[in-house]
């Protein structure tokens, strides 16, 4: 079956960096664009970027544009988010989600990534 | 940006009540609207995609109406497991954007 498993979260210091990986399996990666999205604590859910089945077209919120970078590797079936100059309110609990006509039909549970000093 | 506005934020209701949950485009999106649940600390489930379409394997009792600027997600008799908070999407244009949530508690 589908699965989507997130990893890298944790606590991190403002102004430093991190990179989310997400692990898919049971279905053929390379046929599917990935995206992540967040929820901030108490928050609703927010599209943070995606990415093309092959990689070749990338697309951000204005949010975190410059900031965060999505990339894939389909020879390993993941998915990654890195993240640059964190800033508080990027704490948020970030999951990777499968695109199907651009909606999201299989999601991972998430990693939290709190922003603290 | 389409801006997506969802009523209410919360509401409270009892085990088989008929429970209706708004959605408002900012600008038209025709039919590219998707709805999820979403439960503490898991993953979020696609519910109707593409304004009306029911997911596979999501019960019928789930339901979704509209196009335009404004839709509806319907539960028709509410079931202890619908307990959730409810989210709309629109997929029409870049960047990607969700509605607020609708939380629905028991009564």
């Known amino acids: 079956q589908v699965q989507l498993v997130e990893s890298g979260g944790g606590v991190v210091q403002p102004g430093r960096s991190l990179r989310l990986s997400c692990a898919a399996s049971?279905?053929?990666?390379?046929?599917?664009?990935m995206h992540w999205v967040r929820q901030a604590p108490g928050k609703g859910l927010e599209w943070v970027a995606g990415?093309?089945?092959?990689?070749?077209?990338?697309y951000y919120a204005d949010s975190v544009k410059g900031r965060f970078t999505i990339s894939r590797d389909n020879s390993k079936n993941t998915l990654y988010l890195q993240i640059n100059s964190l800033r508080a309110e990027d704490t948020s609990v970030y999951h990777c989600?499968?695109?199907?006509?651009?909606?999201?039909?299989?999601w991972g549970q998430g990693t939290l990534v709190t922003v603290s000093s | 940006d389409i801006q997506m506005t969802q009523s209410p934020s919360s509401l409270s209701a009892s085990v088989g009540d008929r429970v209706t949950i708004t959605c408002r485009a900012s600008?038209?999106?025709?039919?590219?609207l998707n709805w999820y649940q979403h439960k503490p600390g898991k993953a979020p489930n696609l519910l109707i995609y593409?304004?009306?379409t029911l997911q596979s394997g999501v019960p019928s009792r789930f339901s979704g109406s509209g196009s335009g600027t404004d839709f509806t997600l319907t539960i028709s008799s509410l079931r202890p497991e619908d307990f959730a908070t409810y989210y709309c999407?629109?997929?029409?244009?870049?960047?990607?954007?969700f509605g607020g949530g609708t939380k629905v508690e028991i009564k």
């Open positions: 990415i093309w089945f092959d990689g070749s077209n990338k």
């Open positions: 049971g279905f053929t990666f390379s046929s599917y664009g």
């Open positions: 989600a499968r695109e199907v006509r651009r909606d999201f039909d299989y």
């Open positions: 999407q629109q997929s029409h244009s870049n960047p990607l954007t």
């Open positions: 600008q038209t999106i025709r039919t590219y």
């Open positions: 593409a304004a009306s």
